[in-house]
Nanobody, 124 residues
Framework: EVQLVESGGGLVQAGGSLRLSCAAS????????IGWFRQAPGKEREGVSC????????YYVDSVKGRFTISRDNAKTKVYLQMNSLKPEDTAVYYC?????????????????WGQGSQVTVSS
């Protein structure tokens, strides 16, 4: 059974930090790009970051560049999103997703995998 389980969310003050984890199982982790998405109430889902499986290339949406860092540990089949200098506008449910097709188009393929999400709330 394929599983992506997010953890590490919570409530933090503006300027603080959180580290999200995405624990994967049930598929060949090394063959998949893993990304993070977020969705705030009343807003569209937004791609935040992605790390490729081929060469470890990383990608970030402009609004988080310099503040968020994505990494992966293939031995532990986990992906992390270190979030620093958090802002109230970062408040959202954060989801991890996996795609065998790479970071391009991640989250929009029918055979992509999704986690259940982890709430991040940043207070001002």
């Amino acid at each position: 059974e394929v599983q992506l389980v997010e953890s590490g969310g919570g409530l933090v003050q503006a300027g603080g930090s959180l580290r999200l984890s995405c624990a994967a199982s049930g598929f060949t982790f090394d063959d998949y790009a893993i990304g993070w998405f977020r969705q705030a109430p009343g807003k569209e889902r937004e791609g935040v970051s992605c790390i490729s499986h081929s060469d470890g290339s990383t990608y970030y949406v402009d609004s988080v560049k310099g503040r968020f860092t994505i990494s992966r540990d293939n031995a532990k089949t986990k992906v992390y999103l270190q979030m620093n200098s958090l802002k109230p506008e970062d408040t959202a449910v954060y989801y991890c997703a996996a795609s065998q097709r790479g970071c391009y188009g991640l989250g929009y393929n029918k055979d992509d995998y999704w986690g259940q999400g982890s709430q991040v709330t940043v207070s001002s």
